[in-house]
């Protein structure tokens, strides 16, 4: 009942999160807006009484699984394949030669024993692939590094973990056992490609043959597409806790499940063009949801840490000296290995430094050492350290980012031209409504639903229509295929209208002709889909 409770809050708070954002906070990251709600409701003694004690599993397994699926989804298989050197370059190289300096730098600096100091460094190389935009909301990132940081975010968490599991090792054994972590880290990250890539075949195949099965269209068991969708919501979770069950890399599987998953979905939109929108609705949904939690969550374990007695490392201030070590050396480190292994420029090579995210992994991390032989004062060192390092990694670029990168160029009259057009187009519509011999009730609705499409009726006259609604008599058959062939034509109206402007007159750009073009046809959908009965 616990963790129903908490979810329910969770994803109350993500959507308020979204709405605060949109509405009134547009230039601000939703990112931040829902570490700040995340933070007031650990404040408040009752609200933070209905979130439960944080679960790293849990978290990882419900949270950043499925985002990490959806983000390796959104890229192309064949992109890793042309950057796989550089992916193995900056998630082995790269993360190795970081956790060695800020190990050994933390080490030197505080006097913190070597495997704690190595345990610190492990978990702070994993970086976030769902945290760049915090940092770069309205700025142009370079393309080149753009793809390079999301490369790097979607499979450096395994180095990162294996390393975590070394550290820990030398900690509580007193030696690193340097080929088992070898083997360790190969066996990880190998069976985790394999295990997800073998999987989600599989399940690719089954949802084709669902799909493309004649059956599919002589009895239409799938064509509503219910069974191909649960089946791909669940593909993150069957995946993450599989692979975990047999000591791969969960978080790999489901990486390379997202990537196999993403040609799937370029060659069979069209098989099912309804189910197809469906997913894309959905997993827009989720993704927006489970980003806004994760960032909720950080918001409110920062707090809970900040307030928590307990939780302290002696009175002193090592667990600030610590976080800001970490993040140096990181930082530093990532610089100079792009700077001189990868030879890009300089001002690439820092936007690359400083776009290295942390977040939710990290966290979720620093809580697994809870679960280990690890003393408690040190555990607490690591809580505090990395919760300052992952706020000093979405502060310090979200400054510098202000002068290192163009912002994006709009157009301050974009919103007025497309309201603008979007009148004129319904206008052509509507006259062409108003010319058919049909009768007056016709026209009265369906003059009502062109014009909610610029948002142009009141709700009072929402109810007026509502109450007409109720009251009508069902329509017979003949009556609602008028009504759908009337409709037709209207919309067609409407492309034809925007069309024109675009192709003949040239007077709107191409991103707005799509952009409207889609509204027509989305409810063009609705209409022959769900009907209109009034």
């Given at each position: 009942m616990g963790l129903l409770i908490s979810t329910a809050v969770l994803v109350v708070s993500a959507m308020l999160s979204i709405i605060i954002n949109r509405r009134w906070l547009p230039r601000l990251s939703v990112n931040y807006v829902s570490m700040l709600l995340g933070a007031g409701i650990a404040i408040i003694p009752f609200l933070n009484g209905l979130i439960d004690k944080f679960d790293s599993e849990i978290f990882i397994g419900l949270i950043v699984a499925p985002l990490l699926y959806f983000e390796g989804?959104?890229?192309?298989l064949n992109l890793v394949g042309?950057?796989?050197?550089e992916i193995i370059s900056l998630t082995v190289g790269m993360v190795t030669l970081c956790a060695v300096v800020a190990g050994f730098g933390s080490h030197l600096l505080t006097g913190v024993g070597l495997p704690l100091a190595f345990i610190l460094a492990a978990i702070s190389t994993p970086t976030d692939a769902t945290a760049t935009e915090s940092v770069t909301m309205g700025r142009v990132l370079p393309r080149r590094e753009q793809v390079s940081l999301k490369l790097e975010?979607?499979?450096n968490d395994a180095s990162g973990i294996i390393l975590l599991n070394m550290a820990i090792l030398w900690y509580v054994n007193g030696y690193v056992n340097y080929p088992q972590t070898l083997w360790d880290f190969i066996y990880s990250a190998g069976g985790g490609i394999i295990f997800g890539g073998v999987v989600s075949a599989l399940i690719v195949y089954i949802r084709q043959l669902m799909l493309r099965s004649k059956l599919n269209f002589i009895n239409n068991t799938y064509n509503n597409g219910t069974p191909l969708k649960v089946i791909y919501l669940m593909t993150p979770?069957?995946?993450y806790f599989g692979a975990e069950g047999l000591g791969v890399s969960g978080i790999i599987a489901v990486v390379f499940a997202g990537l196999v998953h993403n040609a799937e979905g370029e060659r069979s939109a069209l098989a099912n063009p309804q189910l197809a929108s469906d997913i894309y609705q959905l997993v827009g949904l989720l993704s927006d949801i489970l980003n806004s939690i994760v960032f909720v969550v950080l918001g409110i374990m920062l707090v809970r840490i900040t307030l928590d007695q307990s939780v302290s490392y002696g009175g002193s201030l090592l667990w600030v000296f610590m976080g800001i070590i970490?993040?140096?050396a990181n930082l530093l480190i990532r610089y100079i290995y792009v700077r001189l292994f990868h030879r890009i420029s300089n001002r690439e090579a820092w936007i690359f430094a400083l776009g290295g995210i942390h977040g939710a992994v990290t966290f979720a991390l620093a809580f697994t050492v809870a679960e280990t032989q690890v003393k408690t004062t040190d555990f607490n060192l690591v809580l505090m350290s990395e919760s300052l390092l992952i706020i000093l990694s979405l502060?310090?670029?979200t400054i510098i980012f202000r002068w290192l990168l163009?912002?994006?160029?709009?157009?301050?009259?974009?919103e007025v031209k497309m309201s603008n057009i979007r009148g004129k187009m319904i206008d052509t519509g509507i006259q062409a409504l108003w010319s058919m011999s049909i009768s007056q009730e016709f026209k009265d609705a369906i003059t009502f639903d062109l014009r909610s499409q610029n948002g142009h009726t009141t709700v009072r006259q929402f109810f007026s229509e509502w109450q007409r609604m109720v009251r009508h008599a069902e329509y017979t058959p003949d009556q609602m295929r008028e009504l759908r062939s009337i409709y037709r034509q209207v919309f067609q109206t409407e492309r034809t209208y925007l069309s024109q402007q675009y192709e003949i007159k040239h007077e709107i750009s191409e991103d707005l002709f799509n952009n409207l073009y889609r509204e027509i046809t989305m409810a063009e959908m609705v209409v022959l889909k769900y009907g209109v009965d009034r």
């Open positions: 989804q959104n890229t192309r042309k950057h796989v050197g975010s979607l499979f979770f069957v995946l970490l993040y140096l502060l310090v670029p163009p912002k994006i160029k709009s157009d301050p009259d974009a």
